[in-house]
């Protein structure tokens, strides 16, 4: 809910992985935050606070940006006119927004309950010649989309008004216009969708329907007025307890509960705006033609007003779920272009652990419409990584956290972490975290860096409290904090702060029944695959001129590429949601160095160019998220000075949106300069495979001008003979779906990857050309889009025989936490999910006695038991697909494999290998059992086996050198495991393609003498 009173290979990850390597017996680092942390925080309140830094620290960015608004739907009738129709002309005229501020457009969308197609532009116009200063809706049925959402105030609730004349001169029929909101912003519009929180109908005898989504056509409350020409409606929502609905129709009021199945009114939605009408020769009217047309009584300008930020306000999400709601609805209640999920995570330094079930909640029927903790200590971990942008090299995120729902004393707390390691527990006061705050109820802080705390200057206790804290990363290493408005630390820090920060937030309870709650999560700018979308998704030339493909690919994209060419309409940006679009500048900056050229060269014209095209772009503007550059600018002739200063015309013209660069794959061989105004940059090479790309993808990082800048990829979509040079040469539509999957393979080992733009998306019959190319990208994009949790990609870790310890790693190396467990010795360390699915927990087998000890906490033995004889090897998997890891062992002596799914009895016996040869097993094809698989050490090679019935092994794949130790692991998230080695000798983890010998993980972690792990532990 939102309140608008806001109360190269081999290289190291990181320095935390760094240090772990060269540490001695320890492990882990010792910290002051070990011992200390609990006292100081117990002293914040009243203790003297050490320093608030030295000032120096950037300024937060303010990222929940509020204000009424009010369109008057007052036009010249003469800007009628086509293709515009007068929907976005004139908006800050008619709007008369904020100074520095523009008007919000809206977005033209179906209507209808069967297509996401918007009809043609001329169904819905604004002042009309025969309905001037008005909003018609004409020839049918149509919608639009306020491209801002409505959003509570300070008293928990918002109020949309306006006057409808359903049908314009009948006062009989049962035509109605429409007012939905809903918290989608990729809705149709139409009242009964499933997307819809209200929906509103008033039909032209005056007859009064109130609806929410999933209900049918059958209204939940129905009631009327006196049949008139128009109707003065206005609709104000409660998100309180009460649930109310109160609906004013020409001076008459209804107040009006909400269904039994909605806990609380969102806190926010989309405006929508629409018409049926059964008669093509019938219009609708909004506004009363004298000033009144819309109002809101407040909306959220900064969700929408870019494609960076996320934003999430945990409104109306189902909680009846295996994940009390945490990852449902995220495309709903997310209103950012962009969306992310979440992790449960224990909160508390050590090895990773599941925290119990419930104790991390989205909207639930206690707490509803935010984020709870009501179980103890318990933490989220965001999927995604706040990110320094490239124009400021900063990053900030934005919580409202309260500590203790109904209490204002107290040193029970909430907080909220960035952290260096991909997967850390969501602890605070771990050494992974480059800083986190933890807010105590009463109102004490304690900042942490890298585990050690340091007292702050307390504020006024106020039950909730919103944070925001603002990182400037790479050689500035700074950072502000902020509570409440009060700033209580700024300037230089002591840990180290990531250009990719990982957000936690968490909670501690001393007592049972409390309860804390965090809202209105936002960040600035997030990294890791964000956006998909086409390249053209428009044909601007023959034979379709003109022809938006865009609805065809709606549901599974975001951010498509718009060429215009020779076409200067601007029409389909109407159809655009917000920071949706992207548009090329070619018309503006550059000319054909003669007719049909494909060299260009400046347009001397370009900066006043792409100032009109702002100015006739108009209140349109917040459509585009991103502009490009001339496309493989280096390719078509101009040089690296041009190209500077066609980047700084850019930027100069469009100061706020995404500046993306494309190269060609010579260009990204080489050192091609790229401009510092560059956000993303990327490159096209089509069907070449995952090695080619990868190569290239590595050596474009070394010559990027700010190591903020972001990157992108271009994966192929078809065949067809002339689209993507590569492709139409004996690829199969199998071939380039395969591609497309190691694209997204790619982007899921590097937060640097945000945007994959796919080339071409040629029209409707696309899905029959190459159906399997086509499936692979609506199952990428879709949980691109809709933020779809995909299988973790392993960790790594060691096991230290001369101290029993185990420490993990996240994902991308940095350490995150360790224990000891099993006694040292000869115990041959494991880990597993022995309980079901979830995070792999620690346990270990004596080869002495052949007996396993299993952990389900990291701490105390769950289980003991025999299995095998002396000299087996043992072995951990989930044979039979069960949903969880049982125990097996390998024989050396005759080369079989014994496993078990019940720990005690031998469910299958396969034999496999050669004398020599050593053991591994793994989930090879991505169905959810673990088969076995062999390593031959003298040529270094791996048979895998995908039965554990039958011996019939894949053809053998040569990985690593003469030494190395085989390993498994899924390292880019595609739920298939596939082979790997760790080299004793540098203490480095190494990951393999596919049945590959290409490398695509690698990481060092440990000391000399330790033994390799590998699991699933965030």
């Given at each position: 809910?939102?309140?608008?009173?806001?109360?190269?290979?081999?290289?190291?990850?990181?320095?935390?992985?760094?240090?772990?390597?060269?540490?001695?017996?320890?492990?882990?680092?010792?910290?002051?935050?070990?011992?200390?942390?609990?006292?100081?925080?117990?002293?914040?309140?009243?203790?003297?606070?050490?320093p608030a830094g030295d000032g120096s620290g950037p300024t937060p960015v303010d990222l929940n940006t509020t204000r009424a608004f009010a369109d008057t739907f007052r036009l010249d009738p003469s800007q009628d006119t086509d293709p515009m129709y007068g929907l976005n002309v004139g908006i800050d005229a008619r709007q008369s927004p904020p100074e520095k501020q523009h008007g919000i457009s809206y977005t033209r969308v179906s209507g209808r309950w069967d297509t996401s197609v918007a009809p043609d532009q001329w169904f819905v116009q604004t002042s009309h010649p025969d309905h001037p200063n008005k909003l018609l809706f004409a020839k049918g049925v149509s919608a639009v989309m306020l491209g801002a959402p409505a959003v509570a105030d300070g008293t928990g609730h918002y109020t949309?008004?306006?006057?409808?004349?359903?049908?314009?001169?009948?006062?009989?029929?049962?035509?109605?216009?429409?007012?939905?909101?809903?918290?989608?912003?990729?809705?149709?519009?139409?009242?009964?969708?499933?997307?819809?929180?209200?929906?509103?109908?008033?039909?032209?005898?005056?007859?009064?329907?109130?609806?929410?989504?999933?209900?049918?056509?059958?209204?939940?409350?129905?009631?009327?007025?006196?049949p008139t020409a128009q109707y003065a409606v206005a609709l104000t929502v409660s998100t309180g307890a009460d649930r109310a609905v109160t609906l004013t129709v020409n001076g008459t009021p209804f107040t009006v509960s909400a269904p039994a199945g909605v806990t609380r009114w969102p806190g926010s939605g989309f405006l929508y705006l629409g018409a049926y009408l059964s008669d093509p020769n019938r219009v609708t009217t909004f506004g009363d033609g004298a000033g009144h047309g819309l109002n809101v009584s407040r909306i959220d300008t900064s969700a929408t007003r870019s494609a960076k930020p996320l934003v999430d306000t945990f409104d109306g999400a189902p909680n009846a779920t295996a994940d009390f709601g945490l990852n449902q609805d995220l495309g709903a209640r997310q209103p950012s272009l962009i969306s992310a999920d979440y992790t449960a995570v224990s909160g508390v330094k050590g090895l990773a652990l599941d925290p119990p079930a419930g104790s991390v909640q989205v909207n639930s029927p206690a707490q509803p419409n935010v984020l709870s903790f009501p179980k103890?200590?318990?933490?989220?971990?965001?999927?995604?990584?706040?990110?320094?942008?490239?124009?400021?090299?900063?990053?900030?995120?934005?919580?409202?956290?309260?500590?203790?729902?109904?209490?204002?004393?107290?040193?029970?707390?909430?907080?909220?972490?960035?952290?260096?390691?991909?997967?850390?527990?969501?602890?605070?006061?771990?050494?992974?975290?480059?800083?986190?705050?933890?807010?105590?109820?009463?109102?004490?802080?304690?900042?942490?860096?890298?585990?050690?705390?340091?007292?702050?200057?307390?504020?006024?206790?106020?039950?909730?409290?919103?944070?925001?804290?603002?990182?400037?990363?790479?050689?500035?290493?700074?950072?502000?904090?902020?509570?409440?408005?009060?700033?209580?630390?700024?300037?230089?820090?002591?840990?180290?702060?990531?250009?990719?920060?990982?957000?936690?937030?968490?909670?501690?309870?001393?007592?049972?029944?409390?309860?804390?709650?965090?809202?209105?999560?936002?960040?600035?700018?997030?990294?890791?695959?964000?956006?998909?979308?086409?390249?053209?998704?428009?044909?601007p030339n023959e034979p379709n001129y003109g022809a938006n493909h865009a609805p065809e690919v709606a549901q599974w994209t975001n951010f498509n590429n718009y060429l215009r060419d020779q076409d200067p309409r601007l029409e389909f940006l109407d159809q655009?949601?917000?920071?949706?679009?992207?548009?090329?500048?070619?018309?503006?900056?550059?000319?054909?160095?003669?007719?049909?050229?494909?060299?260009?060269?400046?347009?001397?014209?370009?900066?006043?160019?792409?100032?009109?095209?702002?100015?006739?772009?108009?209140?349109?503007?917040?459509?585009?998220?991103?502009?490009?550059?001339?496309?493989?600018?280096?390719?078509?002739?101009?040089?690296?000075?041009?190209?500077?200063?066609?980047?700084?015309?850019?930027?100069?013209?469009?100061?706020?949106?995404?500046?993306?660069?494309?190269?060609?794959?010579?260009?990204?061989?080489?050192?091609?300069?790229?401009?510092?105004e560059v956000d993303i940059v990327g490159f096209d090479y089509y069907c070449v495979g995952r090695g080619e790309i990868q190569w290239r993808l590595a050596n474009l990082k070394t010559f990027l001008?700010?190591?903020?800048?972001?990157?992108?990829?271009?994966?192929?979509?078809?065949?067809?003979?002339?689209?993507?040079?590569?492709?139409?040469?004996?690829?199969?539509?199998?071939?380039?779906?395969?591609?497309?999957?190691?694209?997204?393979?790619?982007?899921?080992?590097?937060?640097?990857?945000?945007?994959?733009?796919?080339?071409?998306?040629?029209?409707?019959?696309?899905?029959?050309?190459?159906?399997?190319?086509?499936?692979?990208?609506?199952?990428?994009?879709?949980?691109?889009?809709?933020?779809?949790?995909?299988?973790?990609?392993?960790?790594?870790?060691?096991?230290r025989p001369s101290d029993a310890g185990f420490a993990e790693a996240a994902h991308n190396g940095w350490y995150t936490g360790r224990t000891g467990f099993g006694g040292g010795g000869d115990a041959v360390p494991l880990t597993g999910h022995w309980n079901g699915p979830g995070t792999d927990t620690i346990g270990v087998y004596h080869p002495d006695t052949s007996t396993f000890q299993l952990s389900n906490d990291n701490a105390t033995v769950a289980a003991t038991f025999p299995f095998g004889v002396p000299g087996d090897i043992p072995l951990v998997g989930d044979w039979s697909g069960q949903g969880r890891t049982t125990v097996g062992v390998y024989r050396p002596s005759d080369q079989y494999f014994y496993l078990s799914d019940d720990n005690s009895t031998i469910t299958y016996r396969i034999k496999l290998g050669n004398e020599g040869w050593k053991p591994l097993v793994g989930d090879w094809d991505g169905n959810g059992t673990t088969t076995v698989a062999v390593y031959d050490p003298q040529t270094q090679t791996f048979y895998l086996n995908d039965s554990n019935r039958t011996e019939h092994p894949r053809p053998g794949v040569r990985f690593g050198n003469p030494g190395d130790r085989p390993i498994k692991g899924d390292w880019d998230g595609t739920g298939k495991e596939t082979i790997g080695v760790y080299r004793p000798g540098d203490q480095s983890f190494y990951g393999a393609a596919e049945n590959s010998d290409l490398v695509i993980y690698s990481k060092k972690f440990g000391n000399p003498g330790d033994v390799p792990l590998v699991g699933n532990w965030g």
């Open positions: 809910m939102i309140l608008t009173q806001r109360l190269r290979r081999g290289l190291l990850a990181g320095a935390s992985a760094l240090a772990l390597a060269l540490l001695p017996a320890g492990l882990a680092p010792t910290t002051a935050g070990a011992t200390t942390a609990d006292a100081t925080t117990a002293g914040a309140t009243t203790a003297a606070a050490a949309v008004s306006t006057v409808i004349d359903p049908v314009v001169g009948d006062t009989t029929g049962k035509d109605w216009g429409s007012i939905v909101l809903s918290r989608s912003h990729r809705g149709n519009g139409y009242v009964t969708g499933g997307d819809v929180d209200l929906g509103l109908t008033v039909n032209s005898r005056g007859e009064l329907a109130l609806f929410h989504g999933g209900g049918g056509e059958t209204p939940f409350w129905t009631g009327s007025v006196a103890g200590t318990s933490a989220v971990r965001l999927n995604k990584p706040a990110t320094s942008d490239v124009q400021s090299g900063a990053y900030t995120v934005h919580a409202v956290l309260t500590p203790v729902v109904g209490a204002t004393t107290g040193q029970d707390w909430a907080s909220l972490a960035v952290s260096n390691a991909s997967g850390g527990t969501g602890a605070v006061d771990a050494e992974d975290v480059a800083l986190g705050l933890r807010v105590q109820a009463d109102g004490g802080l304690t900042l942490f860096q890298g585990g050690t705390p340091t007292a702050l200057t307390a504020v006024p206790a106020a039950g909730s409290y919103e944070v925001s804290v603002a990182l400037a990363t790479g050689d500035k290493q700074q950072a502000t904090v902020r509570v409440n408005g009060a700033t209580v630390f700024s300037g230089r820090t002591d840990a180290r702060l990531p250009r990719d920060g990982y957000v936690s937030l968490g909670a501690h309870h001393s007592a049972a029944g409390r309860v804390t709650t965090v809202d209105d999560l936002r960040v600035s700018t997030l990294g890791g695959l964000g956006y998909y979308g086409f390249f053209d998704i428009r044909d655009c949601l917000p920071a949706s679009c992207v548009i090329d500048l070619n018309q503006e900056t550059v000319i054909p160095r003669s007719p049909g050229d494909w060299q260009v060269t400046p347009n001397p014209n370009a900066a006043q160019n792409l100032l009109d095209l702002v100015r006739r772009i108009g209140p349109n503007i917040d459509k585009i998220g991103a502009v490009d550059m001339t496309d493989e600018a280096y390719s078509h002739g101009l040089n690296g000075d041009q190209v500077k200063a066609q980047a700084q015309q850019i930027r100069a013209a469009f100061p706020d949106k995404t500046l993306i660069m494309s190269l060609d794959r010579w260009n990204a061989e080489q050192t091609a300069p790229i401009p510092p001008s700010s190591p903020d800048q972001h990157l992108m990829l271009f994966p192929e979509s078809t065949n067809e003979q002339g689209v993507a040079d590569g492709c139409y040469s004996g690829k199969t539509d199998a071939d380039v779906a395969a591609y497309n999957d190691e694209y997204r393979a790619i982007a899921a080992q590097d937060p640097r990857v945000v945007y994959l733009q796919n080339f071409r998306w040629l029209g409707p019959d696309q899905p029959t050309k190459v159906p399997l190319t086509v499936a692979a990208q609506q199952r990428i994009g879709s949980a691109v889009v809709n933020a779809t949790p995909t299988p973790a990609p392993a960790s790594v870790g060691v096991y």
